[in-house]
């Protein structure tokens, strides 16, 4: 008999429902969070499984290589597809859940997400690790800045991170009232600030090394973290027909909504990856404002930011190199500077 399990995975949990071909529940049970434990109790439970499904979050990458790897058929469901129907359910338990799961996966109704490899996760971690080493070290300054402010000190309003302790040391030193309360915070803002430098020469060392890295960075604005940020959200390019989705997929396309007569377009719909958003975002931004290269691109860029403004145009331009990278990475084909918008 063939049946569909749905899981509703929680951190050290799972609800488990197995249905068969007629929507008939034969089994629910909830067991350890474990590969080993899952794919024991299917197996002697002695279903022939269908599919195993369950929709993605913290523990679905875990899950779905170690299932896939005892060789059950495993797919992993959009979360807000997962939450728009079960949102129908009188009461949220795990149990109705992962029944609601199985129905879900028994009908056909749901959109698989792509899980991405050890490499592109690996790239990923040290992405964030970077950006959060970068983002505690900016609010232990903005700290340290407000502080001073109460003793009437104010530090120059654009100082770089580099030289951030030397200027302020000198004032906590000749205060010894104020050595004693913000010394600590300087100190571990320059551990933090050091953590970071090393983090980023890791990841110019991977980028300059990698060869879709290297192929990507020939577009004028797109460094090292552009470029890594894109190739470890996207992992596998061909899981696009095609490259215009690329830019959807980052949520940088107007959200629409259209019922009879009514059809109104919106901002952008700022789904996905919100980190290769900003990435790409600020790339266009260095494109159009810091690059000296002319391009088709920085040209249409150019005359968009004098019709529509500077905000609509970065954004614009963002989209743009969302589907220029994927296709030059598709074709294997360095940037074109006359022919690329």
Known sequence: MNVYV???VSLRSVAICILDGSGAILSEVDLPCEVDAIAAYLRE??????????EAGAM?????????AKGFDVVCMEARQVAAALSAMRNKTDRAD????????RAGWYTPV???SRISHNERALLTSRKTLQSKCIDLENE???????FGIRLPSRLSHGLFDQTVRPILEADEALSLALMPMLEARQALFDAFREMERRLYAIARHDPVCLLLMTVPGVGQVT?????????DPARFKSSRLVGSHFGLTPRRFQSGEVDNPGRISKAGDASVRATLYAAANALLMRSMKS?????????????????????AVARKLAVILHRMWVTNTPFNAEGAA
């Open 114 to 116: 792509h899980m991405k």
């Open 295 to 315: 391009s088709h691109l920085k040209t249409w860029g150019l005359k968009l930011m004098r019709t529509k403004g500077r905000r609509r145009a970065l954004v």
């Open 60 to 68: 679905s990458q875990m899950l779905y290589h170690g299932l896939t």
């Open 45 to 54: 439970a002695g279903y022939s499984v269908e599919w195993i499904g369950f």
């Open 144 to 150: 340290i800045r407000g502080l001073f402010k109460v």
């Open 227 to 235: 470029a890594l940020s894109f190739k470890a959200a996207i992992d």
């Open 6 to 8: 749905g899981m509703d």
């Open 98 to 105: 992962a029944r609601g799961i199985a129905h879900i996966l």
